[in-house]
């Protein structure tokens, strides 16, 4: 099985910082990787696909970047409504979540 | 309006069954990779299940022999029966559909919340 290790696993930034969310795959996966949004009570929302592919209608601020094994997860200019916990999730070989990044008010 | 409702959670005693089922529209689901992921209270997200266009079907480790994903086409319906339910399988959980060539998670239902206790 395929494991997702993500870090942080919280960080604390203020509006307008630059973010930088880090995940490490056990093996590589090639660019099958994806990146959510969850906010508290909510379902988790698409951010990014095939490592680097913004989701329609999903921020330009959001970027993602990455293959093999290391990829990381930006947000160029934290906004209010981007604090929430974020998740990378290989679907390579079926499907594998990080334990995910609280973004957190400084 | 493309969406997914799912429906059937509650409270279930240890070594219980239960039924879930997800109810979609907008799209077709036989056309699509089609899953169950849960989350359980405070945690993160823990993929469960999988049954592809083609029917085959896969579980995670921690519900394989237990749990199985299906779907009825007819009525546009994705399903996950729980066998031996344990406390550790309590969590909300959400159905979601895989798009693109390997199904990254694209559209999920809101959860339903399954709370196993005695």
């Known amino acids: 099985d395929i494991q997702m290790t993500q870090s942080p696993s919280t960080l604390s930034a203020s509006v307008g910082d630059r973010v930088t969310i880090t995940c490490r795959a056990s093996?590589?996966?090639?660019?099958?990787l994806a990146w959510y949004q969850q906010k508290p009570g909510k379902a988790p929302q698409l951010l990014i696909y095939?490592?680097?592919t913004l989701e329609s209608g999903v921020p330009s601020r959001f970027s993602g970047s990455g293959s093999g094994t290391e990829f990381t997860l930006t947000i160029s200019s934290l906004q209010p409504d981007d604090f929430a916990t974020y998740y990378c999730q290989q679907y390579d070989s079926y499907s594998t979540f990080g334990q995910g990044t609280k973004v957190e008010i400084k | 309006e493309v969406q997914l409702v799912e429906s059937g959670g509650g409270l279930i005693q240890p070594g219980g069954s239960l039924r879930l089922s997800c109810a979609a529209s907008g799209f077709t689901i036989s056309n699509n990779y089609m899953n169950w992921v849960r989350q359980a209270p405070g945690k993160g997200l823990e993929w469960v299940s999988i049954?592809?266009?083609?029917?085959?079907?896969y579980n995670a480790d921690s519900v394989k022999g237990r749990f199985t994903i299906s779907r009825d086409s007819s009525k546009n319906t994705l399903f996950l029966q729980m066998n031996s339910l344990r406390a550790e399988d309590t969590a909300v959980y959400y159905c979601?559909?895989?798009?693109?060539?390997?199904?990254?998670?694209?559209?999920w239902g809101r959860g339903t919340l399954v709370t196993v206790s005695s």
């Open positions: 049954i592809y266009r083609g029917g085959s079907r």
């Open positions: 095939k490592a680097s």
């Open positions: 979601a559909r895989g798009y693109g060539d390997k199904g990254y998670f694209d559209l």
């Open positions: 093996q590589s996966i090639s660019s099958w």
